[in-house]
């Protein structure tokens, strides 16, 4: 879980777990308002692939470790990236519906 507040992460995490006491959460602090605390998440995100496993296939048919690494991260990233966008042309037309306005993502 990537949290703002960690006492309030904590509660979440906890209420979780008194739910389902099997699950494995992990609660990372991210303020996205600071970037040393982005870059603190990032470094720790991209630190979690996998090193040199035997040679194995994922259930996509893909070779695991490259799936792990590199692929995956990058579908979860664009997939967020056109949410964003999405979401940022809703609010556009929901809140300036009267007027014209022009949304560019820029990647």
């Given at each position: 879980m990537a949290i703002r507040n960690m006492p309030a992460g904590r509660e979440v995490k906890e209420a979780i777990l008194k739910q389902n006491p099997t699950a494995k959460i992990d609660a990372m602090e991210l303020d996205v308002s600071s970037i040393a605390s982005v870059n603190s998440f990032v470094s720790y995100y991209k630190s979690s692939g996998?090193?040199?496993?035997?040679?194995?296939?994922?259930?996509?048919?893909?070779?695991?470790?490259?799936?792990?690494?590199?692929?995956?991260?990058?579908?979860?990233?664009?997939?967020?990236?056109?949410?964003?966008?999405?979401?940022?042309?809703?609010?556009?037309?929901?809140?300036?519906?009267?007027?014209?306005?022009?949304?560019?993502?820029c990647i």
């Open positions: 996998i090193l040199a496993p035997p040679y194995m296939l994922s259930k996509d048919n893909m070779e695991l470790q490259f799936e792990t690494n590199y692929f995956g991260k990058d579908v979860v990233c664009i997939f967020h990236i056109f949410l964003m966008y999405a979401l940022m042309l809703l609010w556009n037309m929901l809140t300036f519906s009267d007027s014209v306005i022009t949304s560019t993502l």
